[in-house]
């Protein structure tokens, strides 16, 4: 995966480009914002992440440049803690991710992996099932208009249920998509995290959609009936 960095902090850069060719990304880095839009046009990647205020071209303006010129390459905005407006514009504008300063440089890799995953399937940013809607690039969940609030864990274990409505995942499959590491078969971790997303999202509707098939795992309804 071919990945352009463009921050004019150096040794930020630098952490970043290390920690991704670790993981055997190649990466190209641009330090100043005008080599960084020229390195986006010229030439293909499956990502980009855009510091906010660089010299020259800021990153808002390049996401903003590239979106104007129906590029969909997927980008990641790193924003300061301070940046909040910045965070909202650079979304409206069609940036697909962000994350705050300071981050692990693990973060990064596994939102790098999802907007790639992403992507390449349908650019579908809305996953909806029944009454209940997913905003990949909001991350705001609804259940019959009414706002629900999230952890980012459950809101992920929420996304791998509504990725495939009907399907039964197993505790196993739940535990390595959404924690990333083999189950460790006397832990009851997925089905607590299960409830509390039970408790938000099924509590004050009429129809529960998550359901419990015992002995195997949990789905989410594709219909109510
Ligand atoms: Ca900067």
Redesign the pocket.
């Known amino acids: 995966m071919k990945v352009l960095v463009v921050?004019?902090?150096k040794k930020i850069a630098s952490f970043i480009r290390k920690g991704l060719e670790a993981q055997g990304f190649v990466v190209d880095v641009a330090h100043h914002g005008d080599d960084g839009y020229a390195l986006a046009l010229s030439r293909p990647y499956h990502a980009l992440v855009l510091?906010?205020?660089?010299p020259g071209r800021d990153g808002l303006s390049i996401l903003r440049n590239l979106r104007e010129r129906r590029s969909t390459v997927p980008v990641i905005l790193l924003t300061a803690r301070s940046e909040l407006n910045e965070r909202l514009e650079g979304l409206n504008l069609g940036a697909d991710d962000y994350l705050t300063k300071p981050f692990y440089i693990e973060e990064l890799i596994a939102r790098l992996q999802a907007v790639a995953r992403r992507s390449t399937g349908t650019p579908a940013s809305l996953l909806e099932v029944a009454d209940l809607t997913l905003n990949l690039i909001t991350r705001e969940v609804q259940r019959a208009g009414r706002r629900i609030d999230l952890t980012p864990r459950e809101f992920s274990l929420l996304e791998h249920l509504m990725r495939s409505p009907g399907r039964v995942l197993t505790r196993i499959q739940i535990c390595e998509q959404v924690w990333s590491y083999h189950f460790d078969p006397g832990s009851n971790l997925v089905d607590v995290y299960v409830q509390r997303l039970r408790r938000k999202i099924d509590s004050d509707a009429p129809v529960p959609l998550i359901e419990t098939i015992r002995g195997v795992g949990y789905r989410i309804r594709s219909v109510i009936r």
Request: no cysteine.
């Open positions: 921050e004019d902090e510091d906010i205020m660089l």
